[in-house]
């Protein structure tokens, strides 16, 4: 059992930046997990924002290429979203996933709120 936990969200004016921290609460291998962090808003189903492979590629949505960067901390069992440039269509609960791309399973954080208001 892995367990995440997500860190960072808070209230930020548009155009502001948050880190977004996902720690997880035993030594995974992010040789054999892919990281990954969803956004979900009211009304809507949680869309993949960045995912991280084990290989350290990566992929964007769209709406955050050029201002997000996902990355990783092996040492500390930690995965970052730094957020940049943030605009008020950013604010969701973000949520950390790890995805065992071996035995297919998948585990969540409980989310951060992220609000991008004036």
């Known amino acids: 059992q892995v367990h995440l936990v997500e860190s960072g969200g808070g209230l930020v004016q548009p155009g502001g930046s948050l880190r977004l921290s996902c720690a997880a609460s035993r030594s995974i291998s992010f040789s054999i997990y892919r990281m990954g962090w969803y956004r979900q808003v009211p009304g809507k189903q949680r869309e993949l924002v960045a995912d991280?492979?084990?290989?350290?590629?990566?992929n964007y949505v769209d709406s955050v290429k050029g201002r997000f960067t996902i990355s990783r901390d092996n040492a500390k069992n930690t995965v970052y979203l730094q957020m940049a440039s943030l605009e008020p269509d950013d604010t969701g609960i973000y949520y950390c996933n790890a995805a065992n791309i071996i035995t297919n399973a998948n585990y969540w954080g409980q989310g951060t709120q992220v609000t991008v208001s004036s």
């Open positions: 991280l492979t084990p290989r350290g590629n990566t």
